[in-house]
């Protein structure tokens, strides 16, 4: 699923699936990037970062990797579970010196069990 | 610790009013962003604010202004409201120095 337009894209996956979500990102000079989830009712959530100085980090059940070469960001998810349904955004922080972040459009997982 | 608090959670205005919204950050957190959440434009920065300065603002009109106060609380306020300013405003808060942005659950507001 990758993010792009007005359309919020879905991926579907089955409970304990590997979920990948992808994010084509704007600016080259960006150098921090967020994934966060959003369920229904509530803010953001972050859910892990990584700096442009690193192509990969691993958190919980989450991986994201970064490709500057094509401004590609990924979120893997381990093990999906339904509490893991939820709209996902990347968002880029350029070297701006300010707390900018500029979001993604999102992607929805939804995970049945 | 205490997240990042809003208030009022929900809000219903007639168009051509205007709204004031609240934004508590998380205590030590010294910068506060606005984000406007619609469907159709998804997440938009609004404005940043650290030590009571505005440090960056994005391309919305003038009808939207904010400003922070000196224990990092910080309030929006948008005039004159209009049926497109309808959308989940929400505010986010970091320590500047570990690029950690907390948001809070946001304020709904509904221009009728």
């Known amino acids: 699923g990758e993010s792009v337009g007005l359309h919020l894209p879905t991926l579907s996956v089955q409970e304990g699936d590997n979920s990948i979500i992808n994010c084509a990102y704007s600016?080259?000079?960006?150098?921090?990037f967020i994934w966060y989830k959003q369920e229904s009712g509530k803010g953001p959530q972050f859910i892990i970062d990584?700096?442009?100085?690193?192509d990969k980090r691993q958190g919980q059940r989450v991986t994201v990797l970064l490709n500057k070469t094509v401004k590609h960001l990924s979120l893997q998810i381990a093990a999906t579970q339904p509490g893991d349904s939820a709209v996902y955004f990347c968002?880029?922080?350029?070297?701006?010196?300010?707390?900018?972040?500029?979001f993604g459009k999102g992607t929805m997982l939804l995970v049945s069990p | 610790k205490a997240g990042v608090t809003q208030t009022p959670r929900y809000l219903i205005k007639t168009r051509g009013q205007q709204v004031t919204l609240s934004c508590s950050p998380i205590?030590?957190?010294?910068?506060v962003s606005w984000y406007q959440q619609t469907p159709g434009q998804g997440l938009q920065f609004l404005f940043e604010?650290?030590?009571?300065?505005?440090?960056n603002k994005g391309n919305f009109p003038g009808r939207f202004s904010g400003r922070q106060f000196s224990n990092s609380r910080s309030e929006m306020n948008v005039s004159t409201l209009e049926l497109g300013d309808s959308a989940l405003y929400l505010c986010a808060s970091s320590t500047k120095v570990d690029y950690g942005y907390t948001f809070g659950s946001g304020t709904r507001l509904t221009v009728v």
């Open positions: 205590s030590g957190h010294r910068s």
């Open positions: 600016n080259s000079a960006s150098d921090y």
């Open positions: 604010y650290f030590s009571e300065t505005q440090r």
């Open positions: 968002a880029e922080n350029m070297n701006s010196g300010y707390s900018t972040l500029t």
């Open positions: 990584i700096r442009s100085n690193m």
